[in-house]
């Protein structure tokens, strides 16, 4: 397994970690530059460089923890991030500059939104070859991130059907949508390999 302590620099200096690994204005934390509005209740905007999304697909392909058999009805080819220690890194970038925009989009307040919110994260993996789709479903969240970690691929993307939005984040870009009103699904990667980064995020209590 390779090692990348350059995802990890967080813990040593987080100012140098933040410049090179979250993308600029989202870092700046200029939400109202950034964040663009897609659809109804489904916004994107950058999240991180290129060359951390480079670091984290290589990093998870030389795990091999690759795995079909942790969701019963709707499956994905995936790997938690606890399972390969990327957790603690990721919900530090998830708490600093992606839970803040929901919190500014949707005015979410009080400590069930803030100190207490938990998610789960995984990356997924969808190949044209393999498993190239995801049937249409409902996440057991409040609310989901998902970005995209590549760009060279074709196909793919999060298909909401009721809002008749295509949603295909690239090479760092998040979209963030609310889990109850919006039903969704992974539409075919017909070439190349689609990485993806997902959270179902949920308020404490």
Not at 2 to 31: C, H, N, V
Not at 35 to 46: A, L, R
Not at 116 to 139: G, K, M, P, V, W
Request: aromatic share 14%; hydrophobic share 35%.
């Amino acid at each position: 397994m390779i090692t990348t302590p350059e995802l990890f620099a967080y813990k040593i200096d987080p100012e140098l970690w933040s410049k090179k690994m979250i993308a600029p204005g989202t870092r700046d934390k200029q939400w109202d530059l950034v964040v663009e509005n897609i659809g109804p209740e489904i916004y994107t905007f950058p999240l991180f460089t290129k060359e951390f999304c480079d670091m984290i697909i290589e990093y998870a392909e030389s795990t091999g923890k690759w795995t079909k058999a942790r969701h019963k009805f709707y499956p994905t080819t995936d790997i938690l991030l606890e399972d390969i220690q990327l957790k603690e890194m990721y919900e530090y970038a998830l708490k600093n500059y992606a839970h803040p925009i929901a919190r500014h989009i949707w005015k979410l307040e009080g400590t069930s939104w803030n100190k207490n919110i938990t998610s789960e994260d995984f990356i997924a993996r969808y190949i044209s070859s393999e498993q190239a789709a995801l049937d249409i479903h409902q996440d057991h969240a409040d609310y989901t991130f998902t970005v995209g970690l590549n760009a060279d691929y074709e196909g793919g993307g999060t298909w909401f059907p009721r809002q008749q939005i295509l949603a295909n984040p690239k090479e760092g870009y998040c979209s963030l949508f609310p889990s109850v009103t919006h039903r969704h699904g992974g539409r075919p990667t017909t070439k190349g390999k689609r990485y993806i980064v997902v959270s179902f995020v949920r308020k404490g209590d």
